[in-house]
């Protein structure tokens, strides 16, 4: 071998010996940058006394305020959620069961002992709080401070512990702002066909205290699973109004619950005093006569939809100006 191969095997063996070490040192970092977030994802884990129960299935009683509104919930013997104020409110529990889950999933993004942070947290002006109680009497507390400058996570306080604020997804407050009438479960109406319908009636705003307004009539006569329509003896079946109407009568459903036990002054100034419409369909379901009445009441401000009643229920729901329009016509003016 060569004074010149000797040289270069030299120069090419310092050469792996620097990347070995330089490698060496890199996975050294690797290794203690991994071990410090652990051990920081561990301690922040560990800095938590008691962490809300593992399954949202434990609680059975949830109390909350956003700064406007207190609501209350508990579960019944038979596992059903219950709105305290009034548990004949046929509450959809899945926003009560949305909010355990994210309280179940409760895990802080920062942990913040310091006392410029706690005093920064805003917690002295805190007006929302969570407390969830499990079946055993447990229960888990969160006071809610101000929100992070990017507005996506909030500060919060644990348990009552005034010496740490957590940094949390803020999901979970903005859960608390759901109106319990976006909570309500909104009743199913009939699925209507236009072959099962047997008479449309429409009667229109009174004229005058006293007094009925007028009032339109579609009878069907049905041949083959085909429904044809006479109003006053005349054959309206292709009557461009008529089939509006039948395409909205079929697609009918409320949108939103508005008040579920108004008073009578509510209920006068959703309109109710003086109807602009009402509606009765006789049809069939299962071989057997079944009726539906809906009264429509006044318009709301924004003119997305008018405030309805369902036969003799005390609820005010929302009907939406899409499927309003020939059923107002009719009611008011007939076919002409």
């Known amino acids: ?79 059903v959620w219950l709105w305290d104020a009034d548990k004949d409110f046929p509450l959809d529990d899945t926003q009560v069961t949305g909010i355990l889950a994210l309280l179940t999933n409760w895990r802080p993004q920062q942990v913040l002992k310091d006392q410029e942070a706690l005093d920064g947290s805003g917690m002295e002006d805190a007006v929302a709080s969570l407390t969830a109680t499990t079946a055993g009497g447990g229960t888990t507390t969160l006071l809610f401070g101000k929100a992070t400058t990017d507005g996506l996570s909030d500060y919060v306080r644990l348990n009552g512990d005034e010496t740490t604020v957590y940094i949390i997804d803020g999901a979970l407050r903005r859960s608390m702002d759901i109106p319990i009438y976006d909570m309500c ?38 041949s083959g699973g085909t429904a044809s329509w006479r109003c006053g003896g005349a054959d309206v079946t292709n009557d461009s109004t008529v089939r509006a109407l039948m395409e909205d009568l079929t697609a009918l459903k409320v949108s939103k619950c508005v008040d579920y036990a108004p008073s009578e002054e509510a209920a006068q100034i959703c309109g109710f005093d003086s109807p602009q419409a009402v509606l009765r369909i006789v049809y069939t379901e299962d071989g057997q006569d079944a009726e539906l009445t809906l009264t429509v009441g006044g318009r709301l401000l924004d003119k997305s939809g008018r405030y309805v009643r369902l036969g003799e229920e005390p609820a005010i729901y929302l009907l939406e100006t899409a499927l309003l329009d020939p059923m107002m016509r009719i009611a008011a003016n007939g076919l002409e």
């Open 1 to 79: 071998m060569t004074w010149k191969e000797r040289r270069t095997i030299t120069i090419l063996t310092t050469i792996l010996l620097v990347l070995s070490a330089i490698l060496l040192v890199v996975l050294g970092i690797r290794y203690r940058e991994h071990r410090d977030e652990t051990g920081d994802a561990a301690a922040v884990q560990n800095s938590i006394d008691i962490l809300p129960a593992a399954d949202p299935n434990a609680y059975t009683a949830l109390t909350y305020t956003n700064g406007t509104v207190t609501l209350s919930f508990t579960q019944d013997s038979g596992g």
């Open 185 to 222: 479960r909104l009743p199913e109406l009939p699925a209507l066909a236009e072959a099962d319908m047997r008479t449309v009636t429409l009667q229109g705003p009174a004229p005058e205290e006293g007094n009925a307004g007028p009032e339109t009539i579609l009878l069907a006569q049905s």
